[in-house]
């Protein structure tokens, strides 16, 4: 793990934004997790890959040195009680973001873990708990209990999952309570004319494989134009072949079991709807709950297309024949609903500019290229993250230091 930068001294802040002792509190996480990479690396690798696990480490570490700067350039207020469901993956980087940080403005923190991890996460709480003593609580109550007892008191409300669940929660806060959510997007992945194929292939692989297809910012759909089809597709399974099998601990391992049971029943049935499709892949072994990488080539995508979620190494290629069309398709219904990022390589000039409208755009790179733990991100897409106020929604890329100086009603600034 390469080092990360010098810690920003407390000085440089002002008196009245952050408190001393918890900038050091912070501090002395970060320098927990440089200092004792191992232990928290076996611990992630419970639920991740090898690599998937040190990308996380590196990017908390990433987050926690610029946790000051955030903070000085947002200045939220004061934050008296802060509640967050948290995730049933990155569970270390999510604790950084959602509850180390603002704990550098907020007053009491508590939080309630995803039933599929746990135990891990539990595991980690006391292990950086011992470092940071800050007033940060794990809850393990149910959803009924946690929503009664933390909840409905807290001034903020942070929850990482399912549209329909934060639809559910939202509806049950009181007007002057702030509510992030947090959700995922299609993610499209666009190979236009122009496009450096072999890079593209390698850069689909990099992202889509990325701890075996269980991450959010995987795309769900990647359009090729029609000229490019064939070679990209050719690209991609080369690069596919060489890929490695293993355990979670394997350093060498490109890919490994399928940790969340419903992403691999999910994705088993979606090979199964469209096995005529699948030109490279395709094998499932429920037993071990692997999922080889795996290429599907369908039809052109259109408003009504269904594009489900993959939380698996699936690569769901459908080609395309003209921009204007592809940009009306990925700017309309349930694209718009679900607009979070999308990566465009080659030249579209008309698409990266309609893209941008509704979502974060790299172009020639992925999104991992621009995952910054102190910066907004997402997109405008309702079902991919809103922020509410308890009187409009609105769906923007999150940060929570940003949202809170910019829309918690009657936050003390």
Same mark, same amino acid.
């Given at each position: 793990?390469?080092?990360?930068?010098?810690?920003?001294?407390?000085?440089?802040?002002?008196?009245? #934004?952050?408190?001393?002792?918890?900038?050091?509190?912070?501090?002395?996480?970060?320098?927990?997790?440089?200092?004792?990479?191992?232990?928290?690396?076996?611990?992630?690798?419970?639920?991740?890959?090898?690599?998937?696990?040190?990308?996380?480490?590196?990017?908390?570490?990433?987050?926690?040195?610029? !946790?000051?700067?955030?903070?000085?350039?947002?200045?939220?207020?004061?934050?008296?009680?802060?509640?967050?469901?948290?995730?049933?993956?990155?569970?270390?980087?999510?604790?950084?973001?959602?509850?180390?940080?603002?704990?550098?403005?907020?007053?009491?923190?508590?939080?309630?873990?995803?039933? #599929?991890?746990?135990?891990?996460?539990?595991?980690?709480? !006391?292990?950086? !708990?011992?470092?940071?003593?800050?007033?940060?609580?794990?809850?393990?109550?149910?959803?009924?209990?946690?929503?009664?007892?933390?909840?409905?008191?807290?001034?903020?409300?942070?929850?990482?999952?399912?549209?329909?669940?934060?639809?559910?929660?939202?509806?049950?806060?009181?007007?002057?309570?702030?509510?992030?959510?947090?959700?995922?997007?299609?993610?499209?992945?666009?190979?236009?004319?122009?496009?450096?194929?072999?890079?593209?292939?390698?850069?689909?692989?990099?992202? #889509?494989?990325?701890?075996?297809?269980?991450?959010?910012?995987?795309?769900?759909?990647?359009?090729?134009?029609?000229?490019?089809?064939?070679?990209?597709?050719?690209?991609?399974?080369?690069?596919?072949?060489?890929?490695?099998?293993?355990?979670?601990?394997?350093?060498?391992?490109?890919?490994?079991?399928?940790?969340?049971?419903?992403?691999?029943?999910?994705?088993?049935?979606?090979?199964?709807?469209?096995?005529?499709?699948?030109?490279?892949?395709?094998?499932?072994?429920?037993?071990?709950?692997?999922?080889?990488?795996?290429?599907?080539?369908?039809?052109?995508?259109?408003?009504?297309?269904?594009?489900?979620?993959?939380?698996?190494?699936?690569?769901?290629? !459908?080609?395309?024949?003209?921009?204007?069309?592809?940009?009306?398709?990925?700017?309309?219904?349930?694209?718009?609903?679900?607009?979070?990022?999308?990566?465009?390589?080659?030249?579209?000039?008309?698409?990266?500019?309609?893209?941008?409208?509704?979502?974060?755009?790299?172009?020639?790179?992925?999104?991992?290229?621009?995952?910054?733990?102190?910066?907004?991100?997402?997109?405008?897409?309702?079902?991919?993250?809103?922020?509410?106020?308890?009187?409009?929604? #609105?769906?923007?890329?999150?940060?929570?230091?940003?949202?809170?100086?910019?829309?918690?009603?009657?936050?003390?600034?």
């Amino acid at each position: 793990m390469s080092s990360a930068p010098a810690w920003p001294t407390v000085a440089a802040e002002p008196e009245d #934004r952050v408190d001393g002792r918890r900038a050091a509190a912070v501090h002395r996480v970060r320098d927990f997790l440089v200092d004792n990479a191992d232990t928290v690396h076996a611990l992630l690798c419970e639920i991740s890959t090898h690599r998937a696990a040190r990308y996380e480490i590196e990017s908390t570490v990433a987050t926690l040195d610029g !946790a000051l700067d955030e903070v000085a350039t947002h200045r939220p207020g004061r934050v008296p009680r802060l509640a967050a469901f948290m995730p049933s993956n990155v569970i270390l980087y999510s604790y950084a973001l959602y509850l180390l940080v603002p704990a550098l403005y907020t007053e009491r923190l508590v939080f309630r873990p995803s039933s #599929r991890v746990k135990d891990q996460m539990c595991r980690l709480h !006391a292990l950086l !708990a011992e470092q940071h003593r800050l007033p940060i609580t794990l809850s393990t109550a149910s959803q009924r209990e946690f929503l009664q007892d933390h909840v409905g008191p807290a001034d903020v409300v942070v929850f990482t999952g399912a549209y329909a669940n934060a639809e559910q929660i939202r509806a049950r806060l009181s007007p002057g309570q702030l509510f992030l959510f947090l959700g995922s997007g299609v993610n499209p992945f666009v190979v236009a004319p122009g496009a450096d194929v072999e890079r593209a292939a390698r850069d689909a692989l990099a992202i #889509r494989v990325l701890n075996t297809g269980q991450d959010c910012l995987g795309p769900d759909l990647f359009s090729v134009h029609e000229s490019l089809l064939d070679p990209f597709v050719e690209a991609l399974v080369g690069e596919l072949k060489g890929l490695r099998y293993g355990p979670y601990t394997d350093p060498d391992a490109d890919f490994g079991p399928i940790f969340y049971e419903n992403a691999l029943e999910d994705g088993a049935q979606f090979l199964a709807r469209n096995r005529g499709g699948i030109v490279h892949g395709g094998h499932v072994d429920f037993r071990a709950r692997r999922l080889d990488p795996t290429v599907v080539v369908g039809d052109e995508v259109t408003p009504r297309t269904h594009v489900p979620e993959f939380f698996a190494p699936i690569f769901n290629v !459908a080609s395309y024949r003209d921009e204007d069309a592809l940009a009306a398709t990925l700017t309309t219904g349930t694209f718009t609903e679900r607009a979070l990022g999308s990566s465009v390589y080659g030249h579209a000039p008309a698409l990266v500019q309609a893209l941008r409208r509704r979502t974060t755009v790299t172009l020639d790179t992925t999104l991992l290229s621009i995952d910054d733990g102190n910066a907004p991100f997402g997109g405008y897409g309702r079902m991919a993250n809103y922020i509410s106020d308890g009187q409009e929604v #609105r769906a923007e890329p999150v940060l929570v230091s940003k949202a809170v100086a910019a829309y918690r009603p009657g936050g003390d600034r």
